[in-house]
């Protein structure tokens, strides 16, 4: 079997895995969708919005800013990092 073989059938079947979690996983009303249905604890929801805030922009955004700027940047990129994660929990706490 070819190496493209292989890698057309990993992906497919991590594929097929993502669709039958986001089928098996699916929720039943807009409340559930928005806050699944209010059992998602404060600390917990903070997180995740801090996690969708750093996204794959952020983290590009500062890999340039090192490129950019060199060294001396670096201390930007660790303070971003820091203030995105706090003010997610901020929201997180007050969206529940």
Same mark, same amino acid.
């Given at each position: @079997?070819?190496?493209?073989?292989?890698?057309?059938?990993?992906?497919?079947?991590?594929?097929?895995?993502?669709? $039958?979690?986001?089928? *098996?996983? !699916?929720?039943?009303?807009?409340?559930?969708?928005?806050?699944?249905?209010?059992?998602?604890?404060?600390?917990?929801?903070? @997180?995740?919005?801090?996690?969708? *805030? @750093?996204?794959?922009?952020?983290?590009?955004?500062?890999?340039?800013?090192?490129?950019?700027?060199?060294? $001396?940047?670096?201390?930007?990129?660790?303070?971003?990092? !820091? *203030?995105? !994660?706090?003010? $997610?929990?901020?929201? $997180?706490?007050?969206?529940?």
């Amino acid at each position: @079997m070819s190496q493209f073989t292989i890698n057309i059938l990993f992906v497919g079947a991590s594929f097929l895995l993502y669709f $039958g979690i986001a089928i *098996w996983a !699916r929720a039943g009303s807009t409340k559930e969708f928005y806050v699944a249905g209010g059992g998602v604890h404060p600390v917990l929801n903070g @997180m995740a919005t801090g996690a969708d *805030w @750093m996204s794959a922009a952020s983290f590009i955004s500062m890999a340039g800013l090192l490129a950019a700027g060199g060294y $001396g940047c670096f201390h930007l990129s660790n303070g971003l990092d !820091r *203030w995105l !994660r706090l003010i $997610g929990y901020a929201i $997180g706490a007050l969206l529940t």
